[in-house]
């Protein structure tokens, strides 16, 4: 197996709230990928004292940890997991009923001699490669279904966070989980897997430069830093694209890719 990540801020006076790692089974018949994407809160006033970063870490550790070593759980049953342990760690310091309390966009995969299995939660996207060169994105599409004019306001887009009928990211309660997008691909199906946070997609979903599989192929040919770098460029070059959905010129970006 071959693994590269790569991860850059969107803002070097910011920390980065991206979160990536991926571990590989003592027996070495499999593998597990995770990569976070932290919700950056419109203000300081979020009920916790904790910083985003504090969180896509905490999470991010909890679900490589329980993605290795607990393979009789589903994935959504890790997330939940990992999303409980999370919260019972800062509870007592913490509001964790507010609507901004620290969250995550969340992709998940898991594989051995014979599956791959795959969670995806929010934005970010997963990329699975077939033998023959074809590229399938396992996405969760509904913060793409929130009208833009809702976007641009934070009190109607906590309306429809983490609600029915809206959209949802990892935060405090465990039965979001259940909310993800998951399933199980044949590993004889499966050659690679890549997975970028939002900043990172922008080079297909934002820019249109390839679709998937070109994008893949960037991956493979120049690296994660190579698809980064192609991403700020292009942001550079055209501070306009995207519109109302494009909250800032450059994004946290990160992307992580494994052949199998």
Request: hydrophobic share 45%.
């Amino acid at each position: 197996m071959y693994v590269e990540t790569a991860s850059l801020p969107g803002d070097p006076e910011r920390p980065n709230e991206d979160w990536a790692a991926t571990a590989v089974p003592a027996s070495g018949l499999g593998g597990v990928l995770v990569v976070l994407d932290g919700v950056t809160p419109p203000s300081v006033d979020v009920g916790c004292v904790h910083p985003v970063p504090w969180y896509t870490a905490s999470l991010g550790g909890a679900l490589t940890e329980l993605s290795a070593s607990r393979r009789d759980l589903t994935l959504a049953e890790v997330l939940a997991a990992a999303i409980r342990r999370t919260a019972n760690s800062h509870s007592e310091s913490c509001d964790l009923s507010h609507i901004r309390t620290p969250q995550a966009t969340v992709v998940l995969a898991r594989w051995d001699a014979d599956v791959v299995e795959h969670l995806v939660l929010s934005d970010s996207v997963l990329l699975l490669e077939s033998p023959d060169g074809r590229v399938r994105a396992i996405r969760d599409d509904r913060l793409d279904l929130v009208p833009p004019e809702v976007l641009c306001s934070h009190a109607a887009t906590d309306r429809l966070r983490n609600a029915e009928g809206g959209f949802f990211t990892a935060a405090a309660d465990p039965a979001v989980a259940a909310r993800a997008v998951t399933g199980v691909t044949p590993r004889s199906a499966v050659r690679a897997v890549a997975a970028l946070t939002d900043g990172a997609a922008r080079w297909a979903e934002l820019f249109g430069e390839g679709d998937w599989a070109d994008c893949v192929g960037v991956l493979r040919e120049e690296g994660a830093r190579g698809l980064l770098d192609r991403v700020r460029a292009l942001e550079l070059r055209d501070a306009r694209a995207g519109g109302v959905r494009r909250w800032k010129l450059h994004d946290d970006a990160t992307a992580v890719y494994a052949e199998l």
